[in-house]
């Protein structure tokens, strides 16, 4: 199976349980931080990767209150709700930077 860059770009290091680190990539930049789809494709892989996760994904609602600069961000994952098909869940970004400042959800 072939590996894409995004893929590549979006491996994360496990650092507890529904918490991962990711370094952020100049290769998925605009003019100062990481684009968008790069934190939405790695907010997909972060679900997918967490330990209760089932099914596919189906939607993505994303708020973006600040920039994902260089370096790390903390990522991490709750399930808000389980239902009989359909679960939700919370993904958040915190920079390593300003570990207590929301940087997407």
């Not at 998925?28 to 790069?38: L, Q």
């Not at 973006?64 to 939700?88: I, S």
Request: net charge negative; charged share 25%.
């Amino acid at each position: 199976m072939d590996t894409y860059a995004l893929d590549q770009a979006i491996q994360f290091e496990t650092i507890g349980d529904g918490r991962y680190r990711l370094p952020t990539n100049e290769t998925w930049w605009n003019f100062d931080s990481a684009f968008g789809g790069w934190a939405a494709a790695a907010a997909c892989a972060a679900v997918r990767q967490h330990p209760e996760a089932r099914g596919e994904l189906a939607s993505l609602n994303a708020v973006f209150p600040d920039a994902l600069g260089p370096g790390q961000v903390e990522v991490h994952v709750e399930r808000l709700r389980q239902r009989a098909r359909t679960d939700f869940w919370r993904v958040s970004f915190f920079h390593e930077k300003a570990p207590d400042t929301l940087a997407f959800s």
